[in-house]
């Protein structure tokens, strides 16, 4: 069934067709034609947290937290929103969003286009969903770098109360030096500030939201190394490995190979599993590890796991596969 809603929203450009796709699924969710499959799965407990199975949906699909309650439908044990910033903001200039559809990967630079915290938690109010709800957060484009503690502090101030886990976000490349923030000189700062205030917001909510951090495929070993010093340091709850990559090998002929952006999908998989690898050795299963970039198939999700991702996430396996990958998945990791 999905191959045929596949041709159809591949003649559209990228934003349309995720946009209609976004409608179509609240529509069909709300007229009971997508109900969630029974697939019997063990629940796992993970930084405290109690999730229905494994497999969650990365940042980025639903930007404004809008799509809860009928992305929850697909199955999924967690759903991660975001990115959000402090102040909305409408991100790059269009296009910025391309399919390469020979090599199952998707090019974006989207720049963090978002309603902003405010609003993006009254949606958040409105949603229904007994998965495990992260959020993932990051700074406005106009913040400069030297404050972009400030921008997080607000971000995870605001969201606390409605997380199941917060993402910080230092990783997208298409906020001008955002990945900057992974140096030691920036992450050791951000570290132990969000720190602070995750003890302060204990207190006061009298929950513990476990924060993430969520990092590139293209830091190199030695840039690797020193994250994980400064995770285990400052006993962050978790990482995401990995966000989009700048780097182009294996799709240098394709059409919109040369377009400025993010590279996820099936041309990801190595490095964002050699990243997991690399990580599983230095933080030796003290920190969970939340694996995501090009899980196409059931082995691809498999093969995070067996490399030391105690979680997977997806988002551009699900445009090319279609949410019959979730169930996949499902079973694959159970
Ligand atoms: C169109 C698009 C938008 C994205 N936006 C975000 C975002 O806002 N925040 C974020 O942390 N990651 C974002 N990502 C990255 C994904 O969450 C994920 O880390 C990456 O795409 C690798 O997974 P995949 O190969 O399964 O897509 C985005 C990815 C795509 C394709």
């Known amino acids: 069934m999905y191959r045929y809603i596949r041709s159809f929203l591949f003649l559209l450009n990228p934003e349309l067709a995720h946009h209609l796709s976004m409608k179509g699924l609240t529509l069909a969710c709300f007229f009971g034609l997508i109900r969630e499959k029974n ?29 809860i309650t009928p992305l929850a439908k697909l199955g999924f044990g967690f759903i991660e929103v975001g990115t959000v910033t402090p102040r909305s903001q409408p991100g790059n200039s269009k296009p910025r969003s391309f399919r390469l559809i020979k090599d199952e990967g998707i090019i974006n630079r989207f720049g963090f ?25 990051g700074k406005n484009f106009d913040t400069p770098i030297d404050k972009a503690v400030e921008d997080y502090l607000t971000c995870f101030r605001k969201a606390y109360r409605y997380a199941g886990y917060i993402a910080i976000n230092v990783s997208s490349p298409n906020t001008k030096n955002l990945r900057n923030l992974q140096s030691d000189k920036y992450l050791e700062i951000l570290l132990k500030a969000l720190k602070s205030e995750q003890k302060i917001l204990h207190k006061k909510f009298k929950k513990l939201v476990p924060f993430v951090v969520k990092i590139s495929p293209d830091n190199s070993s030695k840039q690797l190394d020193s994250i994980a010093k400064l995770l285990l340091k400052y006993k962050v709850d978790g990482v995401i490995a990995t966000n989009t990559t700048i780097d182009r090998k294996g799709i240098l002929s394709s059409k919109y190979a040369m377009e400025e952006g993010g590279l996820s999908g099936a041309p990801l998989n190595k490095k964002s599993t050699n990243v997991i690898k690399h990580l599983n050795k230095c933080l030796n299963r003290k920190i969970p590890i939340i694996g995501v970039g090009g899980i196409i198939t059931a082995d691809d999700g498999i093969e995070k796991i067996n490399n030391g991702a105690s979680l997977i996430q997806i988002y551009t396996g699900l445009i090319f596969r279609g949410h019959g990958l979730v169930n996949e998945l499902r079973k694959a990791t159970r």
């Not at 697939?39 to 404004?64: C, H, Q, W, Y």
């Not at 958040?124 to 709800?133: H, R, S």
Request: net charge positive; glycine share 12%; no cysteine.
């Open 39 to 67: 697939i019997p799965s063990e629940p796992i407990t993970i930084m405290g947290l109690n999730f229905p199975n494994r497999v969650g949906l990365a940042a980025g699909l639903d930007k404004n937290a809008e799509y």
């Open 113 to 137: 286009n978002n309603v902003g915290i405010d609003q993006f938690i009254n949606n958040i109010k409105k949603a229904k969903f007994n998965g495990v709800l992260g959020i993932n957060i």
